[in-house]
């Protein structure tokens, strides 16, 4: 063999070598960042598990405030029964029941809910807040009637 031959025989072979020793590394490169990456989703999802038991803790105080004040308006309402007819006072008093049935369902509802999800839990807080909001309305029609 020529010395010209043997010399591009030793550059392939020493090309051939580079390029599967960087070829390795950057597969190698890749996993480790994407451990890293794995490592960091970890992390995020269990602070977020973290905030979300906060938030739901908050929550729940919120409502327990809510409930206890309108079972507190329940009772005033029971107190102050109107002095008219019979009739009245039967309506009246369906009034207060229903709004203690409401008040009662949304204290079984906020105490039974079970964490499943974001999208779902901002649909719970949505309607938790469309019935409290309704049950203060009628807490107001109550009061003025």
């Given amino acids: 063999?020529?010395?010209?031959?043997?010399?591009?025989?030793?550059?392939?072979?020493?090309?051939?070598?580079?390029?599967?020793?960087v070829s390795a590394q950057v597969p190698n490169k890749k996993v480790s960042h994407a451990r890293?990456?794995?490592?960091?989703?970890?992390?995020?999802?269990?602070?977020?598990?973290?905030?979300s038991a906060r938030e739901y803790q908050q929550f729940k105080k919120d409502a327990d405030n809510i409930i206890s004040y309108n079972e507190t308006k329940i009772a005033a309402l029971k107190a102050k029964?109107?002095?008219?007819?019979?009739?009245?006072?039967?309506?009246?008093?369906?009034?207060?029941a229903q709004l203690e049935k409401s008040n009662m369902e949304l204290k079984e509802r906020v105490y039974n809910y079970k964490a499943d999800g974001n999208i779902?839990?901002?649909?719970?807080?949505?309607?938790?807040?469309?019935?409290?909001?309704?049950?203060?309305?009628?807490?107001?029609?109550?009061?003025?009637?």
């Avoid at 051939?16 to 020793?21: A, K, M, Q, V």
């Avoid at 990456?37 to 977020?48: H, R, S, V």
């Avoid at 779902?120 to 009637?145: A, I």
């Fill in 81 to 96: 029964k109107a002095d008219a007819k019979k009739e009245i006072n039967e309506k009246y008093n369906e009034r207060v």
């Fill in 120 to 145: 779902k839990w901002m649909l719970f807080k949505t309607q938790y807040h469309q019935e409290v909001k309704r049950l203060n309305k009628e807490f107001q029609d109550s009061r003025d009637k």
């Fill in 36 to 51: 890293e990456e794995l490592k960091d989703a970890k992390q995020d999802l269990a602070d977020a598990k973290k905030d």
């Fill in 1 to 21: 063999m020529s010395k010209k031959t043997i010399v591009c025989l030793a550059i392939g072979v020493l090309m051939t070598g580079s390029i599967l020793r």
